[in-house]
């Protein structure tokens, strides 16, 4: 597999190539190719491409404006439930998901279950970047403690400690890291503390082909030629889709290892008699607020199911 943070090349054809979408803005997206960025339109209305597409463009024209023809098989695509409950990407071809919390805002918890959970249906690889560390971690100690317990890797950091952020950076070499967190969690600050032309890149980042500002949409920022980050939106809430059977169960791993003992093979693990996941958590061997988060998600997937 190709690694999708290494810049793209041209094809032979001058008027055609081939890159990786920085942004993406509806339908126009910012395309890098090698050294070069371009800002293409999108041809036809059933094309769909997110940050971290690997594309192909070509220019209808010679000297004409360039417009991505074709994206290129995934090697993933992380996803979100919409207001409808339909799948809707957020960005592919990513190596590992990053959910930055912090003391202040207080974190919310669920969400950031959801996005874990998220990252474990798409096989992917996920850490906790705990950013204001020296804010004092108190009052998130305790959660913290569950999280390692799953063998999460967690770290603490700041943006002003270089020996933490070197931390960062060598756990996200390589490919290309999403962050993910609420508003107000320092992911821009993270960014422009790893990547020392972080501001010229936004510059671009944060403009569509018409050149309006926007902040809205993934955008992906290059650490090194082997390693990328892409930024994802501050949200409010967040839901991986239910792609799988028994996605919300297969989203909390300490929950699917506990339901091998459950009596019934398609135990919710809500009310179900000889339920071993109900009896782990009474007995501390799952984390009863986890265990809630699991049935929020449940809850939301069955919702959804018997609207259609």
């Known amino acids: 597999m190709n690694d999708p943070s290494?810049?793209?090349?041209?094809?032979?054809?001058?008027?055609?190539?081939?890159?990786?979408?920085?942004?993406?803005?509806?339908?126009?997206a910012l395309v890098q190719e090698r050294s070069q960025s371009l800002h293409c339109g999108i041809l036809g209305r059933q094309l769909r491409v997110v940050c971290g597409d690997r594309v192909l463009y070509r220019r209808q024209t010679a000297g004409g404006a360039p417009a991505i023809a074709?994206?290129?098989?995934?090697?993933?695509?992380?996803?979100?439930?919409?207001?409808?409950?339909?799948?809707?990407?957020?960005a592919a071809n990513i190596q590992r998901l990053a959910v930055v919390i912090a003391p202040a805002p207080e974190p919310e918890w669920f969400i950031v279950d959801r996005y874990l959970a998220g990252a474990l249906l798409k096989d992917v690889d996920?850490?906790?970047?705990?950013?204001?560390?020296?804010l004092g971690l108190d009052s998130i100690a305790a959660q913290l403690s569950v999280y390692r317990a799953l063998n999460l890797p967690c770290f603490e950091i700041s943006t002003k400690s270089a020996s933490t952020l070197e931390l960062v950076r060598a756990a996200i070499e390589g490919g290309a890291t999403m962050l993910v967190g609420q508003s107000g969690v320092g992911k821009s600050s993270i960014?422009?503390?790893?990547?020392?032309?972080?501001?010229?890149?936004?510059?671009?980042?944060?403009?569509?082909?018409?050149?309006?500002?926007?902040?809205?949409?993934?955008?992906?920022?290059?650490?090194?030629?082997?390693?990328?980050l892409i930024d994802a939106p501050g949200v409010r809430d967040f839901a991986p889709p239910a792609g799988f059977d028994r996605a919300a169960e297969r989203g909390f791993a300490e929950i699917r290892a506990a339901s091998a003992g459950c009596k019934f093979k398609d135990c919710r693990h809500f009310d179900e008699?000889?339920?071993?996941?109900?009896?782990?958590v009474a007995a501390g061997n799952v984390d009863a607020r986890r265990y809630e988060s699991y049935r929020r998600l449940l809850r939301l997937f069955e919702s959804f199911a018997g609207n259609r």
């Open 6 to 28: 290494v810049a793209a090349g041209s094809s032979s054809d001058a008027g055609s190539g081939e890159g990786i979408v920085l942004a993406n803005f509806g339908r126009s």
């Open 70 to 90: 074709e994206v290129l098989p995934r090697s993933n695509v992380l996803e979100r439930i919409d207001s409808r409950g339909r799948a809707e990407a957020v």
């Open 126 to 134: 996920s850490l906790l970047i705990v950013n204001k560390f020296d």
């Open 191 to 228: 960014i422009n503390a790893l990547i020392p032309d972080a501001a010229a890149q936004t510059a671009q980042l944060s403009k569509d082909a018409e050149g309006r500002h926007t902040t809205t949409t993934a955008r992906r920022y290059q650490l090194n030629a082997r390693t990328a």
């Open 273 to 280: 008699p000889n339920c071993a996941v109900r009896a782990a």
